[in-house]
């Protein structure tokens, strides 16, 4: 007989099945030991009689273990009835609505290494822990301080903490009179998303400590040994689909992904492994971007109960407010949503600059020793902003502005106004 778990649902008829399970005795079949002592008697062999008596019980054994089989196989389909089809649904558990995360099938946040989604996914364990807007945009709005668990199974100890410890001083987050008892980080556990005890394993950690945020970094280090190119990676998250339907807590797994190819909006895609993580996904946001440069997102897939609502794109960057200390002080930085407008103006603007430093080092490479006023009318636009182009390459050491009378003569480094090369 099976205990009957802490936890069962409010549905009647849900409710009733599991009990029931859980009072029928377990079937044992003893076949397989009634024909070990079989072989392992040499004198069977010589005895009709004696053959015949364990094949019969071998025969009687497997029929009640297939019959044990099929009963317990029957009682661990749990059908919802038809009245409780048709009874009114309670309201979403959102955790974060703008983003479409809440409870139900898990959200996947997917980019290359370094793309930056670790730091952001800890941006927003500290908002969703402390009730603030994820990310500084009021659209990823919380309505309360929530709970919220960390599960590292990429970065360890001292990098996850330290990342934290510096989000946090760049947030404006004091952890004591914001947090309270709110976050907490589990690093390398010794239990994963596939294995065999696994949805019970989450479910009872979601009920001890309140848990309605996790986050896990990432899916591979989560799944060890399991071929994330198998369609049977897709197990391993629906057991975190069960156990959220069951607790109504929400998922975040982080997972990785190729550089998205020009022309690329495919999701499927663009996620490492079988299509079937994307397939049993609810949220899907793709991260990509340049290093050092603004990340941006890209809404895949919405959750299931989001309708047809669309995230627009948008970009998340890092900023470093302040860099460690000397003696080991963390620093400070925060990661912000910026919008897509932005973000490609600033873009446009950095290569027209490029385009205008290209075009003052044709101008020069042509006609060494150029003056500054002569520069400027070869060019064309704006004089401040060819003294830029200017000022800039000679910054990085690529051109040289000699003195020469009452101007100054420009020359790359590479020919200098002797004919030598540099």
């Known amino acids: 007989m099976r205990a009957i778990p802490g936890w069962l649902p409010d549905d009647p008829e849900e409710r009733a099945a ?3 399970e859980c009072e029928e005795p377990v079937h044992h079949s003893d076949a397989l030991s009634t024909t070990n002592d079989y072989m ?6 010589d005895d009709p009689a004696s053959r015949s008596e364990p094949a019969t019980a071998s025969l009687t054994a497997a029929n009640d273990a297939s019959t044990g ?11 919802i009835g038809t009245r409780s089809i048709f009874a009114p649904l309670p309201p979403v558990s959102w955790i974060v609505k703008g983003l479409q995360l809440g409870a ?3 959200a996947v946040f997917a980019g290359y290494g370094s793309s930056g989604k670790t730091s952001a996914a800890q941006a927003l364990a500290l908002a969703v822990a402390s009730g603030r807007a994820s990310w500084e945009h009021p659209d990823f709005s919380c309505e309360r301080p929530r709970r919220v668990i960390h599960i590292d199974h990429e970065q360890g100890r001292r990098g996850t903490l330290l990342k934290y410890q510096r989000l946090a001083a760049g947030m404006g987050i004091d952890w004591e009179r914001d947090l309270e008892d709110r976050l907490s980080v589990s690093v390398f556990p010794r239990f994963y998303l596939n294995t065999p005890d696994a949805e019970e394993a989450y479910a009872a950690l979601c009920a001890e400590h ?3 945020l996790i ?4 899916l591979k280090g989560a799944t060890p040994g399991s071929d994330e190119n198998d369609s049977k990676i897709r197990e391993s998250l629906d057991n975190l689909t069960r156990v959220s339907e069951r607790t109504k807590t929400a998922f975040v797994v982080l997972h990785h992904a190729g550089k998205i190819k020009e022309g690329q909006t495919d999701g499927r895609m663009a996620l490492r492994g079988s299509s079937a993580i994307y397939d049993a996904a609810g949220l899907v946001l793709l991260m990509h971007g340049e290093h050092g440069r603004p990340k941006r997102v890209m809404h895949q897939k919405n959750a299931p109960d989001a309708g047809d609502e669309i995230i627009e794109d948008f970009f998340l960057t890092l900023e470093v407010i302040r860099p460690d200390g000397e003696k080991g002080e963390p620093g400070a930085s925060r990661v912000v949503y910026r919008a897509v407008e932005e973000v ?6 950095d290569e027209r600059k490029q385009e205008l430093i290209d075009r003052v080092r044709e101008v020069v490479a042509a006609q060494p020793g150029i003056g500054a006023r002569a520069l400027r009318d070869r060019i064309g636009g704006k004089a401040e902003l060819v003294d830029e182009a200017v000022n800039s390459l000679v910054s990085s050491g690529e051109m ?3 003195k020469d009378g009452r101007s100054h003569a420009h020359y790359l480094k590479e020919r200098r106004r002797d004919g030598t090369d540099g």
């Open 40 to 45: 392992s008697d040499p004198n069977a062999h």
């Open 210 to 212: 309140g848990a309605e």
């Open 215 to 218: 986050i896990i970094d990432a």
């Open 104 to 106: 139900g099938r898990p």
């Open 69 to 79: 089989a099929a009963e317990q196989h029957q009682t661990r389909i749990h059908l």
């Open 400 to 402: 040289e502005k000699v």
């Open 18 to 20: 599991i009990q029931s």
């Open 344 to 349: 490609e103006g600033e873009r446009s603007a």
